[in-house]
T-cell receptor, first 114, second 113 residues
């Protein structure tokens, strides 16, 4: 079985400040980890992924995430948040050893105030 | 290059009816997955199609069925609709037999009255 936990329902930051969205995962095989963003009444937009290699992954729109195997975490970060980053963020995991499905967390709503 | 497209965008049905949702994958993709996103929740995996076969299925009843066509497009069918089937239905496509990143369409919002 695989699962994702996003411990914060909401994250509020001021524009220009660093943004962090937390994610921890559980998977029996190799973790393939993903971050998606969802704007109101829209589908999910891919931001970045970790499959293997460097633990720090860089993605779209200045976002990055750090894979930490010992803490089973994959936190999303952005050094300087923009008002346009306000959206719903989902972390997802796939068991790369023997599975095709993505398992998603419940999502974190990010609000960036001007 | 068109991304993943879904139709219709919105749909209203009554309990007991049947519905068909459609998905066209991103160009070059051969695998289609379907997810259900209830209000305030993360997407839940329904099933995945590859080579016109259902390859993996999530924890959904047999009322949910699908199909993949030779051009890789896909349909999701839900029979005997329940109020609890009201949700955003997302289609995702991927390449390399599903091993690559899944890219999502805009979704179909289904309301069951």
């Amino acid at each position: 079985a695989q699962s994702v936990a996003q411990p914060e329902d909401q994250v509020n930051v001021a524009e220009g400040n660093p943004l962090t969205v937390k994610c921890t995962y559980s998977v029996s095989g190799n973790p393939y980890l993903f971050w998606y963003v969802q704007y109101p009444n829209r589908g999910l937009q891919f931001l970045l992924k970790y499959i293997t290699g460097d633990n720090l992954v860089k993605g779209s729109y200045g976002f990055e995430a750090e894979f930490n195997k010992s803490q089973t975490s994959f936190h999303l970060k952005k050094p300087s948040a923009l008002v346009s980053d306000s959206a719903l963020y989902f972390c997802a995991v796939r068991d790369g050893s023997n599975d095709y499905k993505l398992s998603f967390g419940a999502g974190t709503t990010v609000t960036v105030r001007a | 290059d068109a991304g993943v497209t879904q139709s219709p965008t919105h749909l209203i049905k009554t309990r007991g009816q049947q519905v068909t949702l459609r998905c066209s994958p991103k160009s070059g993709h051969d695998t289609v997955s379907w997810y259900q996103q209830a209000l305030g929740q993360g997407p839940q995996f329904i099933f995945q199609y590859y080579e016109e076969e259902e390859r993996q299925r999530g924890n959904f009843p047999d009322r949910f069925s699908g199909h993949q066509f030779p051009n890789y497009s896909s349909e999701l069918n839900v029979n005997a609709l329940l109020l609890g089937d009201s949700a955003l239905y997302l289609c995702a496509s991927s390449s390399l037999a599903g091993l690559e990143t899944q890219y999502f369409g805009p979704g179909t919002r289904l309301l069951v009255l």
